[in-house]
């Protein structure tokens, strides 16, 4: 572990403490060693530590490439004046063409609406190797008020599936007597995260954009070894940059290198012929009138996916035919029905699986 640094804010005259210089050895100066990083890991037990190097170690001993890792997933708080979701679609123009992009927003009113069932559903089923939260944060959790607290994350079972985690806004410093949502998600036990980049103290939110843009090109280029030379190597020269350079945390282990395919595209993504069978949660849920339903074919056979109401009556048949193995998604369309709890079933060869979702008018 590498101790905190207190950076001073005149506009607060405060101190805040963050791991800025994580880079900094005291060997340095030391011409007879060469380049190298060190990080911090805020751990305050054996615990903590164990569940973490257990997931990098899974990691880096993988040495597979899974479609998930070419994955990335945006969360965003529902914010018209500092526009988190544009700021959003604006990075992912960042990330390069074999990277897919998805997001999810907790305004009903977005395309994207989605609510905790729905960002459990994409990191733990579809997985990805980058998870972006943006907007507001506190110690505890996401959004205010708490759209995702730290509590929440005890569903997560993304296991072989690590993500780094952003935050562009201020996710506070990890001191001996508290924890915050950043480091809850890397010490999950075989969940959650491997590692995160976030500002401690107050984070101005346009520059925090612009950071993201610039790790994002950094992660993703086969020129940049690992999170320790993506991170440090963006030195930015005006003051308020240069602030907010200091109050850049990267928790993880700084020599950690994301995996990733550069070699296909997005459809070949997409067309990949999975090997298990899976039913995945709607999306959005809740849902009004409209939403998908996700599914996975491990061989061809007859395939059924049907909607029932709470007394088990059949209300919707989406699939009823034979179907080679892939990955599909359906569009349910509840017009016509009333706000109520809902179930769906997928049936494919000896597969059953049956899920819940909530129409809200």
């Known amino acids: 572990m590498v101790p905190n ?59 597979s490439i899974g479609s998930w890792m070419n994955n990335v997933l945006f969360i965003c708080e529902d914010d018209p004046f500092f526009g988190f979701l544009e700021a959003a679609l604006e990075v992912s123009e960042h990330f390069p063409s074999f990277i897919r992009s998805y997001f999810i927003s907790e305004s009903d009113t977005s395309i994207y609406y989605g609510n905790l069932d729905s960002i459990y559903n994409s990191i733990n089923n579809r997985g990805g190797s980058v998870l972006l939260f943006e907007g507001h944060v506190t110690d505890s959790g996401f959004a205010y008020p708490n759209w995702i607290g730290k509590y929440d994350l005890n569903n997560l079972t993304n296991e072989h599936k690590y993500f780094l985690t952003f935050f562009a806004s201020s996710q506070f410093a990890i001191i001996d007597t508290n924890t915050n949502f950043t480091s809850e998600l890397m010490f999950l036990s075989n969940a959650g995260s491997i590692g995160g980049i976030a500002f401690a103290g107050p984070a101005f939110w346009g520059t925090g954009v612009e950071f993201q843009k610039y790790w994002v090109d950094r992660l993703f280029n086969s020129e940049v070894q690992s999170l320790g030379q993506a991170v440090l190597s963006f030195l930015p020269s005006s003051s308020t940059n240069w602030y907010m350079k200091q109050i850049t945390n990267l928790w993880a282990d700084p020599s950690l290198k994301l995996k990733y395919d550069p070699t296909v595209d997005v459809e070949e993504i997409e067309n990949e012929i999975p090997t298990v069978y899976a039913l995945y949660q709607n999306y959005p849920n809740p849902f009004n009138p409209g939403t998908k339903i996700g599914f996975r074919i491990a061989g061809r056979g007859f395939v059924s996916l049907k909607v029932y109401d709470l007394l088990g009556r059949v209300i919707a048949t989406l699939v009823n035919e034979d179907k080679p193995a892939g990955i599909y998604e359906v569009e349910f369309d509840a017009s016509s029905l009333t706000s109520s709890i809902y179930f769906y079933q997928l049936k494919a060869g000896n597969f059953i699986e049956t899920r819940k979702m909530i129409l809200m008018k």
């Not at 101190?15 to 751990?43: A, Q």
């Open 5 to 63: 640094f207190k950076i001073y804010f005149p506009t607060t005259q405060a101190y805040y403490f963050s791991d800025f210089h994580y880079n900094n050895s005291i060997y340095e100066t030391d011409s007879t060693l060469i380049n190298f990083y060190t990080g911090r890991i805020p751990v305050k037990n054996t615990f903590e530590l164990e569940n973490y190097l257990t997931k990098v170690i899974d990691y880096e001993d993988n040495n």
